[in-house]
Each structure stands twice: as C-alpha cells, then as structure tokens.
C-alpha cells in the first residue's frame, strides 16, 4: 500500500472502508467499472496541480469542497465513485498530492477486487510482479513505456500487443493504466505502487481461521460460504492449527476479530467474575 502519513493516512483508511462497501456484492465487471472511474479521476488530479490544492486546501469547509467534486465528476463518473471522490475531498491531506495518491490506490484495489472475483487475483499478482522482470530484462521496452511524452494510444497497444493473448484481462487493463499514469514517476516506482495495492486487496480478503484441529472438507466450504456472504467477495481461507485452542474457532479477516473458542469465553467469563 502507498506511503502516507498523519491526516493522510487515516483519510485513506477511512476510503479503504468506504470502497469495501461500495464492491460488496458487485459483480467483476461492475468492480472493473468503478476503477476505472476512479482512474478517471486520478488522471484529472494529476493534470492539475490547482485542482488537487481545491481539493485539499485545510482553509475551504467540506461542503464547497464536495460540491466541487460534483460539479466535475458527476454527468463523468458513477453515483459510487461521485461518493467516494467527495468523501477524499471532505478529508484532511497532509498534501495535495496525497489525495491523487489516495484515489490510486482505490482504483488499483477495485479493480483487484475485479480479479478476486472471477478468481484471478493470485494470477493478477503474479503477472505483475513478472511484468517488472520483464522491464528490468528488456531496457528499449522500459524507456518506451516510461517515456513521460510517450503517446497514450502507443502505449496501450504495446501493453496489449504484449499481454492481450497472454495476461489476465485485469492484469491488462491494470498496466495500461499504470504506463498512461505515471505522472511524472518512473514506471519501476509507480509499478511497486500498483503490485503493493493488489497484495493490499488480497490481504483484505484472506481469512485467518485458527483451531485446534484441521476442519473438514464440508466443514470448510460452509465457512467459506459464510465469510464470503458477509464480506461480499469470495475469500481465501488461511488455517492455522494451535493446540491451545480449546474447542470452536477463532476467525481474523481485516481488522475484526470473530473468537468462539471455549477457552476466550472461559477468560472473559474469569475477567468478569474478578471485577
């Protein structure tokens, strides 16, 4: 995930959450739909220096400052990426170019999220991280996508004369993005940005389950189901065996915590009798 910090940094926590909710339930190419709204709107940003200062400025009240986003956006964007870009322009940025920053990372993520959903994220990550070696193997292919004067169009049908027959369709659709938005950045930094974000996505959606014993296949597909159902986006499971478990499970996903083990409720009902 990209670096921020102090306001920025919770202001993209804040829209990390926010996206989560708009993708649950959403199919992958509505997933697809919205990131590339989002991208839409990153690449406004990064045209304009003035544009992200009138997102940004601490000294204008939310409310101008959304309607700015509306008055942009709107007949250009979905109803629910109108909502996210005018919640960011509600927040506090340590920066302008935070925002911008910010805005990346939820188009990367969504269209992840694409990927998990037609059960393609772990290839869209590998892809990725093998595109990068592919730079790094093939210079004269390094300098022509990372030129900053480069013709968008060139890039895009050198992105998919490459990869078209041979990547996964998001994998595409992520790269093309990434060379026509580089903003100034060389292509080796923006590419870590993008392969964080994916992993970022996929830890969101990976399923810690702790128990005393291995559950069965039935077992496992029925927690899968469940999981699933409540996150809005098919999951990974993760199993971690720990003989101190005594009884049920202990399920981690993101920052919530679900403990049914017999052995938490016995020290919580212990705390509570101490008291």
């Not at 709204?37 to 400025?57: E, G, K, Q």
Request: aromatic content about 4%; proline content about 1%; hydrophobic content about 45%.
């Amino acid at each position: 995930m990209i670096s921020l910090a102090g306001n920025s940094r919770q202001s993209l926590i804040t829209l990390r959450d926010g996206l989560d909710e708009k993708l649950k339930g959403l199919s992958s190419s509505d997933c697809t739909g919205i990131s590339t709204d989002l991208f839409s709107v990153v690449s406004a940003l990064n045209s304009s220096i003035s544009l992200r200062r009138a997102f940004t400025d601490p000294s204008r009240d939310a409310a101008s400052k959304t309607q700015l986003a509306k008055d942009l956006f709107a007949k250009n964007i979905s109803a629910k990426v109108l909502e996210l870009v005018s919640a960011a322009a509600a927040l506090r940025w340590s920066s302008s170019v935070d925002i911008s920053s910010a805005i990346e990372q939820l188009a990367i993520e969504a269209e992840a999220t694409a990927a998990n959903s037609d059960n393609s994220l772990d290839r869209v990550q590998d892809e990725l991280f093998a595109f990068g070696e592919i730079l790094a193997d093939h210079q004269e292919l390094r300098i022509t996508l990372g030129e900053r004067l480069g013709s968008a169009q060139g890039k895009t049908e050198l992105i998919a004369s490459l990869l078209a027959s041979k990547a996964a369709p998001s994998t595409v659709r992520l790269l093309t993005h990434l060379v026509n938005g580089l903003a100034g950045r060389g292509i080796d930094n923006v590419l870590e940005v993008y392969v964080e974000a994916v992993a970022a996505r996929r830890n969101r959606l990976i399923i810690l389950v702790r128990t005393r014993s291995h559950l069965t296949s039935a077992q496992s597909e029925k927690l899968a189901a469940v999981m699933a159902k409540q996150v809005g986006q098919p999951v990974h499971l993760n199993y971690e065996i720990d003989p101190s478990v005594v009884g049920g499970i202990s399920i981690r996903f993101g920052d919530e915590l679900v403990d049914g083990t017999i052995s938490t409720r016995l020290a919580e009902a212990g705390r509570a009798l101490a008291v």
